[in-house]
C-alpha cells in the first residue's frame, strides 16, 4: 500500500503554491494541501486585523512548532465597502507590497504555500500574487473544497437538480441587480454576505425566494450556523456566512 505522504508528494525550492485548504473543518482537505502544509519551507497566510486567520487556524493540527511563516494582514476587511475608492487603494497596496515579501523566499530558493479557504482560484486573495508572481516563478494551485460545497452538505441541501443553472453571486452587488440575477437563475449561492446581510435578505424576499433560501455561518467549523434566512433578523451577518437558495428541478 502507498504511504500518504508519497500520495501527497513534496514540495520544490523555489516554487509558490496556493494551497486550498477547503472549508473550515481541517478533514476537508486534499492529500496534495496537507501534505504541502508540512512540506513547504514557508507557510503564508492571510488574517484579519488582531485575529489568527482562518486559513491559518485550519491547518493547525498540521503544523509543527517552530515552522518558518509569513503572516501578511489585511489592513481593511469589512470596515469599508469594496466598491469604495479607499479599499481598493488599501489593499490594492498591501498586495503590492506583499508580493515582494513573498518573491524574496522563492528568488532565495524556499517554497512557500500561501494558504487559501476552500479553493485558490474562487474568489481567492492568492489570485492577487498568481497574478504577480507566475511570470517570474513557478506556482502550483491545489484545488481545494469549496466554501459552498461545505456549506450546502452541512445545510442538508442538494443545490441542483436536472436542468438546474446556478448562479454565484456576491453579495457585495446593488439591491437591484441582485434581485434581477436571482429571478433568473434556478438555484444560487450568494457569497460575501457579511455587512451586506439585510439587503440580500431583502434581494431574496424580492425575488419570491425568501421561503428557500438558507443562511450559513462558517459552514464546516466548531462554531457553524445554519438557519431559514427568514429567521435570520440581524442586520450583519458573519464574515464568513453565505445564503444557498436549491433548485427544484428534475427529482425522478
Ligand atoms: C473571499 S471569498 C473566498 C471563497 C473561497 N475561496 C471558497 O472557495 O469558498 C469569502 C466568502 O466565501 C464564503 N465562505 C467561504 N467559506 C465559508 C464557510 N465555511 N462558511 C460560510 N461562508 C463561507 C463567505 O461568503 C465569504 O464571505
Redesign the pocket.
Known sequence: MISLETLAGGARGGTLYGI?VG??DVRYMTLRAAGLVRAVDVVAFFAKKGLQGNARRIVAPLMAAGRSELRFEYPVTEEIPTEHADYQAQIGGFYREMAPAISAELGAGRSVGLL?????F????FMHMWRRLSAEFPVEVVP?V???S??WTRANLPITWGNDTLAVLP?TLEEDTLTERLRLTDAAVI????RNLAKVRRAVERAGLLARAVY??????DDERILPLAECVEGRGA????VLIPGEGRRL
Open positions: 486550498g472549508p473550515g487559501a479557504e476552500g479553493d485558490p474562487f474568489y481567492g486573495s481545494g469549496t466554501g459552498m461545505g456549506c453579495g457569497m460575501k454576505v457579511g450559513v455561518e462558517r459552514g464546516t467549523m464574515y464568513f456566512a453565505m
